[in-house]
């Protein structure tokens, strides 16, 4: 047999599967409508400074790491980590500041320092966190959660005929408030809803083995900004063999009697038996194949309003990573996903990699990466709602941080979640496509084999197992194995 493959968008789910099927023996065309690859993770300058245009945060780094194993090669000859010291520093409007430091105890004595809560509550929080994730993991992280067989085993089924070991039944923030008495604790440990696009309010409180991957394994940053691990996939599925063709669109995908048959790329019909899709699950199969699909698009997860400000100035008391929380975090997620609105108070993520790559702003300058969550695509005005979010964080930062940033911003460009949906696929401008605002989401996410059409494969944030960096690389290899397993 022929084992050829196409790959719908070079994001780092499309480059981790591309290396994978190559070493498998398989040619692999990568088509992306984009003049680089990245997808989300992308790059981009203005006027001498330079900006990661999405994910902020390496997790988990050790799936990098088996990627590169995976191929004989060594990570260390095409990308360099950094594991940080403050993994993310938090504001609130009542000037109380709290570094969340990757050691865990000093973390927990910051806690207990600034708050009412104590430091062994905190290390107490984090093992609970740690004992989800070690019976989770298995099943829904590093395996295609949809596969039965994957389900054949002990621990499986110990796990999922007890569900209230992996705190299914409550939510995020009801499991958080069972720990902690000071709002500023639950507050912040609430916020790690927001990494899959979603409430703390309504998302099961098993996602609340999130804060292990960060605390107890670790957050990372990479030396040229997080765009420098989209650099190293490109670079390593080149010499791995495999082809980009960059400003290609996909405009069909064709396929025969439930069976893919090939690619319409520019006006050029190109066959293929295999498609694998890092394109979102839903864009795929209404804008490739002009199919109706069964996932529910009522829970779709948060969008987001990113300003790429180059600032005048260097601010020695911000971190790489920062937060400026709003006031009434039940009202901010409240508007986002009941009243599909920006919240009028909304929190604040600021990401300055100038302070750990100096060559990414002039001297005496940073480059600030500002985003808020969002609602997905509904009826909004996007531009009405993009300048009052531009007013509302410039009042935030004055308010918050003492620093009046109207006269120091020397370069801007936006991101709506319109111009997120024209630019990467995502449907709505959801970011990670589904949300977990279920307590069944971790089933309902789409599997990285299509059920309805032969041949059809998808990896990246909207399906299994899930967004962020290393849950895409996962689906990546997911996917993967899937292909080389139905077809090797």
Known sequence: MNKKAAIIGAGLGGLAASIRLAKAGFEIDVFEQNENPG???GSFYNSG??????PSLLTMPFIIKDLFDYTGEKISAYLQLNKLDILCKYF???GTIINAYSDVKKFANEIELKTKDSSL?????LNYSRRIYELTS???????????LNYINRKAFKTLLNLKQIDFYRTMHKANSSFFNDRKTIQLFNRYATYNGSSPYKAPATFNLIQHVEYNLGGYTAKGGIYSVT?????LSKKSGVKFHFTNMVERIN???GKISGLQVSDEVKQYDIILSNVDATKTYRSFINAKTNINHKYLSSSAIVFYWGVKGNYDFTEIHNILFSSDYKKEFDDIFVRKICPDDPTIYIYISSKLNPDDAPDGCENWFIMINTPPIEKQ???KETEKTRINILKKIKKILDIDLKDKILSENILTPEILEDRTGAYKGSIYGPSSNSIFSAFLRHSNKSKKYKGLYFCGGSVNPGGGIPLVLLSGKNAADLIIKDYD
């Open 138 to 148: 298995d099943i829904f992280l590093f395996k295609n959660s949809k596969e039965i």
């Open 49 to 54: 400074f330079r900006f990661d245009t999405g």
């Open 92 to 94: 609130w409007d009542d």
């Open 255 to 257: 396929h025969s009697n």
């Open 121 to 125: 509550a905190v290390i107490n929080y």
């Open 39 to 41: 997808g989300k993770a």
């Open 231 to 235: 650099e190293a996939l490109y670079n």
């Open 381 to 383: 005005d996007w531009e």
